[in-house]
Structure formats: C-alpha cells, structure tokens
C-alpha cells in the first residue's frame, strides 16, 4: 500500500512540476489581456440527450443545485489570483442561454465524447461589453451517450452498454468571441474527461437474484440523484466539508488548467540576466590591484630573462677593471727602459 501511494505521489509530481500552458494564446497575452473575468450563471442546455423520464423534475433539480454551487466556483477563481476581479454575473440562465446559444455540436475528439457550443458574436460582445468585462467564462451542463464500462460493488462483474451521463463543459471568450481557453482541455499530458453524474446504473443486483442472463440497466431516481449531487467531500481526516463531491470535483479541475504563475518564470528571467550584470561589478573590483596579484602566471618568463640580463652587467664590469691595471703597470715601464 505505502509503495502503491509513493508511486501515485511520484505521478503526482511529475505531472505537476513542469508548467503547461492550457490556454489556446500563450500565458503572457492572455495575462495583459484579461483582467475583469465575468462568470455567467451556470447554463443548463435542456434541448440535449438528456433522456431520463423524469426530464423536468431533473432540470429544475440541477438549476437549483447550479445556483447554490456558482458562489464556491467564483470563490476558487479569485483564490488563484490571476485576476483583478472575478464577478458572479446575474441574470436568468434560460433565457441568457438561448439569446446567445448559436448552435451545439457533439464531438468525438481523441476518444474525448462532449458537447461544443458555439455563440452568436454580438450577443457575446454586447454581454460582454454591457458588464465592463475582459472576458466570460460560459458554463453548460448537457446531456450525453455514450458507451461505457461499469463494474459491480464487488468488482465480480461488469455491463458495457451505452449509459446517459450529464456533462460539464466551459469556455473562456472575450468581446471577439475568441476561445482563450476550454473544458475538456485538449493541451493536458493525458487527456481525460469525467462526467458530471451518470444518469443511470445496471442492475446487477436484480439479475443476479433472478438468475437472468441480462442485467438491465436503468435511471436513477430524482432522490437519488439529488442525495449525489448533494453528498459533501470529506477532508483527510474523513471529516465532513462544505463542498459538494461531485460539483467541486469539476471546479477544481477546471481551476487546475485555469491557474497560472508568471512569477517563477520572471524570477527564472532575471537569474540569466544577473550574471552579467554581476560580471561588470566584480571588473571594477579587480582594477585595485589584490586580485590580478595572485593571477601572475606569465611573471614566470621574467626570471628567465633577469639571469640574462646580469650575466652581461659582469661580463661589461670585468673587462673595464683590466685596462686600467694594465695602463698603470706600462707607465713606469718605458720610464726604466729609458
């Protein structure tokens, strides 16, 4: 188990300790450029596959949840401190929905099934310009099939079937209806991309007490969902928190590929730069004379030239004593002769 744990905490780091960028315009842009973020109340998008038979009941349920939970997603957003201001935008989801609602596509990209939405550029940019903002974070909760693997409580036996799931995604625009950033975010390491809740479940539990070769797969009740949605995360002490699992368990990894830091990278920036500045410095320093002292490796050459120079000064002094001993000596010489 412990080892099992090391190698989860060594992915963890890895994964985390080079800086990515997850924004479609590189960091530096996107930090000049958005100040003011505006977060539109959490859309619901009721024309998609949603397919449980008690539709309406649901939607209301997820609308109400959507306007408890927005609070705590702006709160994360300001904590990042990439922005000035992150403001909770009013306004009834619905109808902002539909007046900027352009069209939805589904999407199958790199095994990643969801929902794109598309918004009409001068709704966007009125919304925009009307709340004083730099950009919109857009927000969609939506319906969607797809085929899926699910495992009994025993992990003894599993159904693949196609399972109606609800799906979270968002987008970052500004007044020119430019996607700066999105969620699934195609820019990660390993993509990945989690539901918000799986609207149904097989039944292992009936089939197997029936001896039924066919496990059934059916829709959750509207209590049951809303007990889900509603279950709170426990912290690492198994204590009971505030925040919803489910709900928070999207935001974070929506603020993870949101949150960003220019302050290792200028801190990064000057550390080149200061050793040449550091250089000129340590120059000035070395004109006193102390230093270049003990650096004197071509002094070495001029011992060899001083024996030289002193070999000739005594060859130079002999030869100037013997003339004159020798000039003394013949003058009293020729005065004998004579």
Not at 134 to 155: E, F, H, Q, R
Request: aromatic share 8%; proline share 8%; hydrophobic share 35%.
């Amino acid at each position: 188990m412990k080892r099992l744990l090391l190698c989860v905490l060594l992915l963890a780091v890895t994964m985390t300790g080079c800086a990515r960028n997850y924004y479609n315009i590189p960091v530096e842009n996107f930090a000049g450029k958005v100040k003011v973020l505006g977060v539109a109340p959490i859309f619901i998008d009721t024309d998609s596959d949603i397919r449980h038979p008690q539709k309406d009941q649901l939607i209301q349920l997820v609308a109400d949840l959507n306007r408890r939970y927005e609070p705590q997603l702006v709160r994360k957003f300001k904590v990042t401190g990439n922005f000035y201001t992150v403001a909770l935008l009013d306004g009834d989801p619905g109808r902002l929905f539909e007046s900027l609602l352009f069209r939805r596509e589904y999407r199958d990209d790199a095994t990643v099934k969801y929902n794109k939405y598309f918004w009409r550029s001068d709704e966007l940019k009125n919304y925009i310009q009307k709340n004083n903002l730099d950009a919109v974070m857009l927000i969609t909760i939506s319906g969607l099939t797809k085929s899926d693997k699910i495992y009994s409580s025993n992990l003894l036996t599993s159904l693949e079937a196609d399972y109606n799931y609800l799906t979270m995604t968002a987008q970052m625009l500004d007044a020119e209806g430019t996607i700066l950033w999105e969620y699934p975010n195609f820019r990660k390491r390993l993509l990945g991309y989690s539901p918000l809740i799986n609207l149904q479940y097989p039944d292992f539990s009936e089939s197997d007490a029936n001896l039924a070769r066919k496990t059934e797969v059916k829709f959750k009740t509207i209590d049951g969902i809303r007990r889900t949605l509603e279950h709170k995360r426990k912290d690492w002490l198994l204590r009971e928190t505030q925040e919803p699992e489910v709900y928070t368990a999207q935001f974070d990894e929506i603020v993870s590929l949101i949150k960003y830091d220019l302050g290792k990278e200028g801190k990064d920036a000057p550390a080149t730069s200061e050793p040449p500045r550091q250089a000129p410095q340590k120059a000035a320093k070395p004109d006193e004379a102390p230093p270049p002292a003990p650096v004197a490796i071509p002094a070495q050459s001029p011992p060899v030239s001083t024996p030289k120079a002193v070999e000739p000064a005594k060859t130079t002094a002999a030869p100037v004593d013997a003339p004159a001993a020798i000039s003394d000596e013949i003058v009293p010489a020729t005065g004998s002769t004579r």
